[in-house]
């Protein structure tokens, strides 16, 4: 499995950004497909965003598209998530993880980081 460790997370006001990192480690990075997902207290874990391999797909809950970019850089072994326009709603731990093949499910992915709080004051 590769290992993973995010970080970025932090408290920003509403109307503000913040960009997520997640190094990885272990394995070949440019071998896995890469999703963020988050969870807030109480809630489930869900499905942010996902990325092919080779950054060729992306792909976006609807809550954040327009808002939110997930990209990779294979050469730095490194997941980014950059978010704009933050709304407290977004509040929540953000995880990143790797799968296979992109998915928007949380049982597809074989590993997980320890996740970075994100909290958005309004």
């Known amino acids: 499995q590769v290992q993973l460790v995010e970080s970025g997370g932090g408290l920003v006001q509403a109307g503000g950004s913040l960009r997520l990192s997640c190094a990885a480690s272990?394995?070949?990075?440019?071998?896995?497909?890469m999703g963020w997902f988050r969870q807030a207290p109480g809630k489930e874990r869900e499905f942010v965003a996902a990325i092919s391999r080779r950054s060729g797909s992306t792909y976006y809950e609807d809550s954040v598209k327009g808002r939110f970019t997930i990209s990779r850089d294979n050469a730095k072994n490194t997941l980014y998530l950059q978010m704009n326009s933050l709304k407290p709603e977004d509040t929540a731990v953000y995880y990143c993880a790797a799968t296979q093949g992109p998915s928007y499910s949380v049982s597809s992915y074989d590993s997980w980081g320890q996740g970075t709080q994100v909290t958005v004051s309004s």
């Open positions: 272990g394995r070949t990075f440019s071998n896995y497909a």
